[in-house]
């Protein structure tokens, strides 16, 4: 498709593009001056890294925030699946939802263990624990959860699925840091928990991730495997990696740390707006997030329903495309369409779902107007849904 083309469309000239793009994905930053003397005094103590004050300070708060007995602090989120995943002593298949993104599957593979794709729960966008069951066999070592844009999987199903047969069961919580589930932060379900504190995410450490668990033994191996195996000096009790978490990324943990309520409340904020803006727009559906948990608000995943719109979900990314709003189609394909996966399997809910969504902008580098702005695109894209398409399929 040819954007500039596209852009020059007199449809377009209704609602001029904006003049910056505006991204999925902008960070959020706490407090620079905070951050700054934490920089001074990590590099006026040239201590960067290895075991440093802030990355220990930082692992306290975090385990603190969230009511869980230990976190260790990983250089980004990928890292940390992979060292959960071998410390929890997974091998063979793995069972896990191809509706996420991939590192999930590959932190497995790149281990040599096999993903086995299960079809995921419509309501909650998390692994269906009825398939899950279903796809159990002699060679299944374990269970993945994955906390979709936030929201908590059916933890207690899922549990009461790894237990029955004896599974461990490892949540990707890539995206559900502050977040909580009948009462309990994400962070405590499950075996353990894997954050990710990506750029990209409502709360960053510029790359970064952590293991969260209540096992002694386990956080024991895992902070082992991260730090090469060394057990002391000299002695290396297993085989690690290296996967350790810099000062300055700590540093910028704890800053985000202290400012984790008011980045929430903008999401929050944000969401009600999308939600305000669009609800009365056909064939639109916002991805809601549940008033009994709470949750961080990052993602605003739209879900558009072709039948009655007329118009699909790519079509209407590559209009906001040409309007300068960057939305992302998280996750489209799923991961057992993707090519070092791909696989026949059917998998109904995760086909429907990944064709239908995208994500748009949220966060403290989005503003009000700008917001409004791209609800009117989206609603004069669908309220014209048939010349739109028309017009598209003719470029
Ligand atoms: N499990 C799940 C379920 C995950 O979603 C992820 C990561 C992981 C595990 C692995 O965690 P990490 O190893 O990444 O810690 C992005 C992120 O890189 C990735 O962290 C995230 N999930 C995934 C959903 O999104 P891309 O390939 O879409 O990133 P990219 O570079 O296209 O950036 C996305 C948008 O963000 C763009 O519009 C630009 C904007 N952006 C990005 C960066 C880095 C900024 O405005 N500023 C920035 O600094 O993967």
Not at 71 to 89: D, S, Y
Not at 93 to 100: A, D, G
Not at 127 to 153: M, N, Q, Y
Request: with cysteine; charged share 20%; hydrophobic share 40%.
């Amino acid at each position: 498709m040819n954007v500039t083309l596209l852009s020059d469309l007199a449809i377009f000239g209704a609602i001029p593009a904006f003049g910056e793009p505006l991204h999925v994905g902008r960070p959020n930053i706490g407090n620079k001056g905070k951050f700054y003397e934490r920089l001074d005094d990590i590099l006026d103590r040239r201590w960067l890294t290895n075991a440093g004050r802030y990355v220990g300070e930082f692992e306290r708060k975090v385990a603190s925030y969230l009511g869980v007995k230990h976190c260790i602090v990983i250089c980004n989120g990928t890292i940390a699946l992979e060292i959960a995943i071998r410390a929890l002593g997974l091998t063979g298949e793995v069972i896990l939802p191809s509706f996420t993104f991939v590192a999930t599957a590959s932190a497995l593979r790149w281990q040599g263990i096999t993903p086995v794709f299960c079809d995921i729960d419509y309501q909650t966008y998390g692994l269906d624990w009825r398939e899950v069951e279903k796809a159990i066999s002699s060679r299944t070592t374990g269970i993945i959860g994955v906390h979709v844009f936030g929201r908590p999987c059916a933890t207690k199903m899922l549990a009461s699925v790894a237990k029955g047969n004896g599974l461990p069961l490892l949540f990707d919580a890539a995206h559900a840091f502050g977040c909580s589930h009948g009462g309990r932060m994400i962070g405590n379900f499950g075996n353990a928990e894997v954050f990710s504190f990506h750029a990209t995410k409502f709360f960053n450490t510029f790359e970064g991730g952590a293991i969260v668990t209540n096992d002694d033994a386990l956080a024991e191996r895992a902070r082992l495997m991260k730090n090469f195996g060394f057990a002391g000096h000299g002695r290396v009790a297993l085989v690690g990696t290296n996967g350790k978490m810099s000062e300055v990324s700590a540093a910028m943990g704890l800053t985000g740390l202290e400012s984790i309520g008011e980045f929430i409340t903008v999401n929050r904020r944000n969401y009600l707006q999308y939600r305000h803006e669009l609800w009365r727009v056909c064939g639109v559906r916002l991805m809601e997030y549940s008033e009994s948990d709470n949750s961080n608000y990052q993602y605003i995943i739209l879900e558009i329903d072709e039948s009655v719109t007329s118009i699909s979900r790519d079509q209407l990314v590559t209009v906001l495309l040409a309007e300068n709003v960057l939305a992302r189609s998280y996750f489209s394909p799923g991961c057992h369409r993707m090519e070092p996966y791909y696989s026949e399997v059917e998998l109904s809910v995760t086909e429907k779902l990944s064709s239908r969504v995208l994500s748009l902008p949220t966060g403290t580098a989005v503003h009000s107007d700008q917001i409004s702005k791209v609800c009117e695109i989206v609603r004069f894209t669908l309220e014209n849904g048939r010349e739109i398409a028309s017009l598209l399929g003719d470029l």
